[in-house]
């Protein structure tokens, strides 16, 4: 009786969880500049399906290039901007905000940023390091970065990195609060436990994920049914080393990550080439069909399954050096 209970009752929430990723990616919009946009969870806001990453293009010289390169994926439709206070140790929050001080381009932006700290402290002064940074006096979406640690979802509460966000939200300093990591659904989930009505969730999406330590499986399902904005990241596994070992190709990694039910995926570029590129991938985006997504499933199922493409979820080495200090690590341990 009990064992028919519960396979009837995780019956009913994969239909359900089925039923609301197809409702979303039938959300998906073409915007006037060609590139598609989806709803945002809860907030009521559509966003970019593609979004730009900060930490790549904080790394481009010269400063002028990197300012070239926003303009030209904001003027295409790429609207997201993700960002975080560390990345290159600032540099990538101040490159985008000389971005926003040409009038008009910090309007067209739905900009995102993270705070490291996990104390009420920390997470303010990050914030105004952020806000004066990137010149602006909003921040669309602030999210705690890189929740990689199994303690993370207790000390955001406990020291009080909660809190300061949510006040900052009543301030209007922030619109919408939520939380990324790389490492395990565990964390993620039990961060999406706490009475915290979270806005986002960013998490690696990408075709190994679904047969190792899965976010697609454990928990996209529950920000799907909490109607929490899913962001992806990581979507070639974070070094592309799965598409120069000759398994997947450029297109099949953008079409995967574009077919589940993420409203938006952020993505690594740093020359204008690669943005042409990701554009038109995105513009020219269709779903992959069933047996589409079976063939890729199956084809892939060795290498996905020991997680030796996404060594991101098993070894400190991908952490920031913040985050393993903040914990207690040796920032050159693995």
């Given at each position: 009786?009990?064992?028919?209970?519960?396979?009837?009752?995780?019956?009913?929430?994969?239909?359900?969880?089925?039923?609301?990723?197809?409702?979303?990616?039938?959300?998906?919009?073409?915007?006037?500049a060609?590139?598609?946009?989806?709803?945002?969870?809860?907030?009521?806001?559509?966003?970019?399906?593609?979004?730009?990453?900060?930490?790549?293009?904080?790394?481009?010289?010269p400063?002028?290039?990197?300012?070239?390169?926003?303009?030209?994926?904001?003027?295409?439709?790429?609207?997201?901007?993700?960002?975080?206070?560390?990345?290159?140790?600032?540099?990538?929050?101040?490159?985008?905000?000389?971005?926003?001080?040409t009038?008009?381009?910090?309007?067209?932006?739905?900009?995102?940023t993270?705070?490291?700290?996990?104390?009420?402290?920390?997470?303010?002064?990050?914030?105004?390091?952020?806000?004066?940074?990137?010149?602006?006096?909003?921040?669309?979406?602030?999210?705690?970065?890189?929740?990689?640690?199994?303690?993370?979802?207790?000390?955001?509460?406990?020291?009080?990195?909660?809190?300061?966000?949510?006040?900052?939200r009543?301030?209007?300093?922030?619109?919408?609060?939520?939380?990324?990591?790389?490492?395990?659904?565990?964390?993620h989930?039990?961060?999406?436990?706490?009475?915290v009505?979270?806005?986002?969730?960013?998490?690696?999406n990408?075709?190994?994920?679904?047969?190792?330590?899965?976010?697609?499986?454990?928990?996209?399902?529950?920000?799907?049914n909490?109607?929490?904005?899913?962001?992806?990241?990581?979507?070639?596994?974070?070094?592309?080393?799965?598409?120069?070992?000759?398994?997947?190709?450029?297109?099949?990694?953008?079409?995967?990550?574009?077919?589940?039910?993420?409203?938006?995926?952020?993505?690594?570029?740093?020359?204008?080439?690669?943005?042409?590129?990701?554009?038109?991938?995105?513009?020219?985006?269709?779903?992959?069909?069933?047996?589409?997504?079976?063939?890729?499933?199956?084809?892939?199922?060795?290498?996905?399954?020991?997680?030796?493409?996404?060594?991101?979820?098993?070894?400190?080495?991908?952490?920031?050096?913040?985050?393993?200090?903040?914990?207690?690590?040796?920032?050159?341990?693995?």
């Amino acid at each position: 009786m009990t064992n028919t209970f519960f396979t009837r009752r995780r019956f009913m929430l994969s239909a359900s969880t089925s039923s609301l990723a197809s409702a979303l990616l039938a959300q998906t919009q073409p915007s006037p500049a060609g590139l598609p946009t989806r709803p945002l969870g809860r907030t009521g806001v559509r966003v970019s399906f593609l979004g730009l990453g900060g930490a790549h293009v904080g790394r481009v010289q010269p400063e002028a290039e990197a300012v070239r390169i926003i303009h030209a994926a904001l003027d295409g439709g790429m609207t997201f901007m993700d960002n975080a206070w560390e990345y290159n140790r600032g540099r990538s929050e101040e490159v985008m905000g000389k971005a926003f001080l040409t009038p008009g381009y910090r309007d067209k932006a739905f900009l995102m940023t993270k705070v490291c700290s996990r104390e009420a402290k920390g997470v303010m002064e990050q914030l105004e390091d952020g806000l004066k940074r990137m010149n602006t006096d909003r921040i669309d979406l602030v999210q705690f970065h890189e929740c990689n640690y199994h303690n993370d979802p207790q000390w955001i509460v406990e020291k009080g990195g909660l809190a300061a966000l949510l006040d900052a939200r009543k301030q209007g300093k922030v619109r919408f609060i939520g939380f990324t990591g790389h490492k395990s659904p565990v964390i993620h989930n039990s961060l999406l436990a706490l009475s915290v009505e979270w806005d986002a969730c960013q998490m690696p999406n990408n075709v190994m994920d679904a047969g190792f330590l899965s976010f697609r499986h454990e928990t996209m399902p529950i920000c799907l049914n909490k109607n929490v904005g899913i962001i992806g990241m990581k979507g070639c596994g974070g070094d592309g080393r799965m598409i120069a070992a000759g398994l997947v190709t450029l297109e099949e990694c953008y079409r995967y990550c574009l077919s589940q039910p993420v409203s938006t995926q952020v993505v690594g570029l740093t020359t204008m080439a690669m943005l042409e590129t990701a554009l038109k991938l995105g513009r020219t985006f269709k779903p992959l069909s069933q047996d589409e997504h079976q063939e890729l499933i199956t084809r892939l199922k060795e290498p996905r399954g020991d997680g030796r493409y996404e060594l991101f979820k098993t070894s400190k080495r991908y952490d920031s050096g913040y985050h393993r200090t903040q914990h207690g690590f040796d920032v050159q341990g693995v």
